[in-house]
């Protein structure tokens, strides 16, 4: 990985992080990291343990797989859901741009 990967702020949610008090100046001051890293870079770096590997290669794999579907059935799925959910298709500021707002556990 290049330099840049190595600069961006990364956090892992561990017990006694998610255990933090929200008024402690560690919680504030990893907050301000979190601001500057969107800020410089758009992004940050999230890790928790928890989560077993088997079911972070599943997440990716069937993420890949909604993502290649085609246009037309990923539209269909922005019409089921509400303005601020659904299926983003690209816009002219940021062509490669696509997203699924997927929130909660809703049912569609």
């Given at each position: 990985?290049?330099?840049?990967?190595?600069?961006?702020?990364?956090?892992s949610l561990t017990n006694e992080v998610l255990?933090?008090?929200?008024?402690?100046?560690?919680?504030?001051?990893?907050?301000?990291?979190?601001?500057?890293?969107?800020?410089?870079?758009?992004?940050?770096?999230?890790?928790?343990?928890?989560?077993?590997?088997?079911?972070?290669?599943?997440?990716?794999?069937?993420?890949?797989?909604?993502?290649?579907?085609?246009?037309?059935?990923?539209?269909?799925?922005?019409?089921?859901?509400?303005k601020d959910r659904g299926y983003v298709l690209?816009?002219?500021?940021?062509?490669?741009?696509?997203?699924?707002?997927?929130?909660?556990?809703?049912?569609?």
């Amino acid at each position: 990985m290049g330099e840049a990967a190595e600069m961006i702020f990364s956090i892992s949610l561990t017990n006694e992080v998610l255990s933090l008090d929200r008024q402690s100046e560690e919680w504030k001051v990893m907050i301000r990291k979190v601001k500057e890293a969107c800020e410089a870079y758009g992004c940050f770096m999230l890790g928790y343990e928890n989560i077993p590997l088997e079911l972070q290669q599943l997440l990716f794999k069937n993420t890949a797989e909604m993502f290649d579907l085609p246009v037309e059935t990923k539209l269909q799925y922005k019409k089921l859901c509400p303005k601020d959910r659904g299926y983003v298709l690209s816009n002219p500021f940021i062509p490669l741009y696509e997203c699924f707002g997927i929130h909660g556990e809703e049912e569609v």
